[in-house]
């Protein structure tokens, strides 16, 4: 299975729903989630420090751990 590392941006164009990327960002997630690749990310991506400010600034109130399933 390929080993994919995701950069902190992709989950944020999922969440964010950031126009331009947000189909591609869902688009590989998808492929994550039917175990067709297995994705990774940096620890530094789940900061709660960082998910505050994004919280904070976008209104955004969503549970991005599940992504440490």
């Known amino acids: ?3 994919v590392f995701l950069d902190t941006n ?5 969440y964010l729903d950031r126009e ?10 998808a492929l994550g989630y ?3 690749c297995s ?3 940096s620890a530094l ?11 904070k600034e976008y209104g ?3 549970n991005m751990l599940f992504f440490l399933k």
């Open 1 to 3: 299975m390929r080993k």
């Open 10 to 14: 992709v989950i944020l164009d999922y």
């Open 20 to 29: 331009e990327f947000s189909n591609d960002a869902e688009a590989i997630l």
């Open 34 to 36: 039917s175990k067709v």
């Open 39 to 41: 994705l990774f990310v």
């Open 45 to 55: 991506t789940f900061d709660p420090r960082r998910i505050f400010d994004v919280n």
């Open 60 to 62: 955004v109130i969503q």
